[in-house]
């Protein structure tokens, strides 16, 4: 299992992290959210908009509860995708795939490190009684980082 690093230091520290993504494409890397793509168990994808850090080791985390749909998924099936676009300019994109690792986060530490980012946010409100959160971890193997808008290389990537 990857190790998790702390979610300390600052924007720019977390940003520079995440192996591969292009210095052209990091300030993405501060997006208040990111669409994650999970795979359901009749293979059709399945999306949800999530709360992320980039973490220092290289990996993107997300707080989840377990009973929702994506956990299972991740769960069952860790091959995951993320989009982060661009909210000023569409056209300019991020896409990391990878590989989740779900454990358990019964104290909260990660949904609090998570929280922080978001005003301080209780994760704890989102969960019913009983209820456990999971921290993922998901290792990238794939970056792609499209900007459209570049004459001539419409959908171009970088791939790492």
Do not use: W
Request: charged share 30%.
């Amino acid at each position: 299992m990857p190790a998790r690093a702390a979610a300390t230091g600052t924007l720019d520290e977390h940003r520079a992290m995440v192996e591969g993504v292009p210095e052209s494409h990091r300030d993405l890397l501060e997006a208040p959210y990111v669409t994650l793509a999970t795979v359901g168990a009749t293979g059709r994808p399945q999306l949800s908009t999530v709360c992320f850090l980039a973490a220092e080791d290289g990996t993107v985390q997300l707080s989840v509860n377990e009973t929702r749909q994506k956990a299972l998924n991740m769960a069952a099936r860790p091959p995951v995708s993320l989009h982060i676009p661009d909210p000023a300019q569409p056209a300019r994109y991020l896409e990391l795939r990878g590989r989740a690792d779900v454990q358990v986060d019964d104290d909260y530490a990660f949904a609090d490190r998570l929280g922080a980012k978001y005003g301080g946010l209780d994760l704890r409100r989102m969960d019913r009684p009983g209820e456990r959160r999971k921290v993922v971890t998901i290792v990238i193997d794939r970056v792609r980082a499209v900007d459209m808008r570049q004459p001539g290389e419409v959908g171009s990537a970088v791939d790492s």
